[in-house]
């Protein structure tokens, strides 16, 4: 069974671009969660979908955004990048069944720099 | 809010040594409590996870119990080697999101 995937594994882009990060959960699970993983800061939470609908979002500006497709892939969006957004980028699924209390899957992540 | 305060590392042990890990979490409602595991090189996976109050998760020799009346959810492991050497997460979901810890580091010398 093929894992989460996510792509690009790295990103370069300048302060004030964009960027775009995509992510495909495991077959069969339906919500897919995003975190930032900054530099001795652990694993914010960024962003929680299921069934192509944003269930709940973490404490970031609304320049962080995304969308989950009908087939349940994710997108995550940062505009007008800043150099702090320089971070890993982890992607997660799980079965919704019980909700948060299913094990997430995470991806490998994309490791995203801001110059 | 729902947060978790991990141990800080880095942490060096040798061989068979005792492992404990902190980890104490503050939550309004009844979370689950999860322990993640980074290897080098890889993406986080789940250790172990305890559901409801005195669960005790185990997994590869590891163990975790749920203690409501310490807010804590500690990992230990009796005899650590040297494939344990990765980063450790303590986590805790409520209905709205996860909240990690900050992760420790352990290595485990020969």
């Known amino acids: 069974e093929a894992g989460v995937t996510q792509s690009p594994t790295h990103l370069i882009k300048t302060r004030g671009q964009q960027a775009t990060l995509r992510c495909s959960p495991i077959?069969?699970?339906?919500?897919v969660y995003w975190y930032q993983q900054a530099l001795g800061l652990g694993l914010q939470f960024l962003l929680w979908?299921?069934?192509?609908?944003?269930?709940n979002r973490g404490n970031f500006p609304p320049r962080f955004s995304g969308r989950q497709f009908p087939n349940y892939s994710s997108e995550l969006n940062v505009n007008a990048l800043e150099l702090e957004d320089s971070a890993l980028y982890l992607c997660?699924?799980?079965?919704?069944?019980?909700?948060?209390?299913?094990?997430?899957?995470f991806g490998p992540g994309t490791r995203l720099l801001v110059l | 809010g729902d947060s978790v305060t991990q141990m800080e590392g880095p942490v060096t042990l040798s061989e068979e040594a005792f492992l404990t890990i902190n980890c104490t979490y503050t939550?309004?409602?009844?979370?689950?409590l999860f322990w993640y595991v980074q290897y080098p090189g890889e993406g986080l996976q789940l250790l172990l996870k305890?559901?409801?109050?005195?669960d005790k998760g185990s997994n590869k020799g590891f163990e975790a119990t749920y203690r409501k009346e310490t807010t804590s959810f500690h990992l230990e492991k009796g005899s650590v080697q040297v494939s344990d050497s990765a980063v450790y997460f303590c986590?805790?979901?409520?209905?709205?999101?996860?909240?990690f810890g900050t992760g420790t580091s352990l290595t485990v010398i020969p």
């Open positions: 997660a699924s799980s079965l919704p069944e019980a909700g948060l209390q299913e094990t997430q899957y």
């Open positions: 077959s069969g699970h339906t919500s």
């Open positions: 979908y299921d069934e192509g609908e944003e269930r």
């Open positions: 939550a309004t409602g009844y979370p689950s």
């Open positions: 305890a559901t409801k109050a005195d």
């Open positions: 986590a805790l979901s409520d209905s709205n999101q996860f909240y």
